[in-house]
Nanobody
Framework: QVQLVESGGGSVQAGGSLRLSCAISGYTFSTGYMSWFRQAPGKEREGVAVIFSGGGRTYYADSVKGRFTISQDNTKNTLDLQMNGLKPEDTAMYYC??????????????????WGQGTQVTVSS
């Protein structure tokens, strides 16, 4: 059974950095893709970044491009999200998610097979 557990959230001031980590158990990331999503109160869950297996292609939401970096650590079996230049509008609950297949639309929350429980990120101005 695949399980995802996020960590690394917290409170920072605008311009600061955080590194989120998603521990993967029960599976070695070798197919499909893994993503970070976020959801702010009263808003829909939105895709932030994705990394594909077997090559590591990455894509980002326009709102985080150039500030966030998604990466995979095969030795630790984790999915990480380095967030720099944080803004108050980045405040949200952040989730990692996994899809076994390579198809689908990565930035849509529909179709993902496994979700973590989330970690809160709060950015103050």
């Amino acid at each position: 059974q695949v399980q995802l557990v996020e960590s690394g959230g917290g409170s920072v001031q605008a311009g600061g950095s955080l590194r989120l980590s998603c521990a993967i158990s029960g599976y070695t990331f070798s197919t499909g893709y893994m993503s970070w999503f976020r959801q702010a109160p009263g808003k829909e869950r939105e895709g932030v970044a994705v990394i594909f297996s077997g090559g590591g292609r990455t894509y980002y939401a326009d709102s985080v491009k150039g500030r966030f970096t998604i990466s995979q650590d095969n030795t630790k079996n984790t999915l990480d999200l380095q967030m720099n230049g944080l803004k108050p509008e980045d405040t949200a609950m952040y989730y990692c998610a996994f899809r076994f297949r390579d198809d689908g639309t990565w930035y849509s929350p529909e179709g993902y097979d496994v979700w973590g429980q989330g970690t809160q990120v709060t950015v103050s101005s």
